[in-house]
């Protein structure tokens, strides 16, 4: 009896110390770390899927939910992917590494951090209905932000690519016009930089990207909220067309390997999932615990 329940005790100290990989979420436009029904419900189903004990940490941009929300239209994306980089870095339960999930903006803006902030390194990086390639067009914005939305729609009309828009407004910041593509290079402050399309390439972004294990693109199919829908698997308008799209193995980002894509595909470490029938961000749940949680975030 005693050696029964010492070797519980044990067992319980093993998970606690020897849990699984830690996760890190980052949500999405409109969202915040932790309303129960959006990112608080994914954490717990990553905690119920995941080893007992596994830290699952769903980052909160800013001091308080609202701030949060408000962020995510109006924090500079960079200012953003700076803080979250700082984060990592100082928790101790993230020091040998850590599997990240990203929702909507929230995946490319983790694909930043992969980018430009190494250590500690991400292993697995989720990205579900992410727009690698911007956006170029919000046909519906989701709930609960009818204000923000407006004020980002009347933003963008005014010009997504002045200076002043720039400097404000988030989604202006992933903007992504292929009427005017060479402005778009020129001027957008987060896609376009991240996406190595200036003329200076910096090489540190397919360096650190190729050190994943696995990148997982996850695309909602009928997906409604943002466009277009290719942008999920880093597809995207020929530049001067605004209805052809690019296939991804004949981009640019990917023949010249921009951002490690190309590395990462030959390696066999990247994934194309596609959740049929949904729009953004509609997950089945049992499909996210079979398809994400069981292969990509142990
Ligand atoms: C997580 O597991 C607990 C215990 O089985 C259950 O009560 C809870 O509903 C689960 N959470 C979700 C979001 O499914
Ligand atoms: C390239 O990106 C890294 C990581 O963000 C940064 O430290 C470095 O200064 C950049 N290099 C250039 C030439 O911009």
Redesign the pocket.
Known sequence: MRWVSLLGAIGVLGSVHGAGTPVVIWHGMGDSCCRPTSMGRIQELIENGTQPGTYVHSLMIGDNTLDDTINTFLKPVNEQVQEVCDYVAQDPALADGYHAIGFSQGGQFLRAVA???PSPPIKNLVTLGAQHQGVYGFPRCPGESVELCNLMRELLNYGAYTDLVQDILVQAQYWHDPLHFETYVEKSQFIGEINNEGP?K????AE?MAKLEKFVLIKFAEDRTVEPVESQFFEFYQPGSEYDILPLRESPIYTEDRVGLKALDLAGKLEFLTIEGSDHMQIPTQWFMDNVVANFLQ
Not at 202 to 205: F, G, K, P, Q
């Open positions: 980018q430009r902030c200076v910096n090489l540190t972004y650190n």
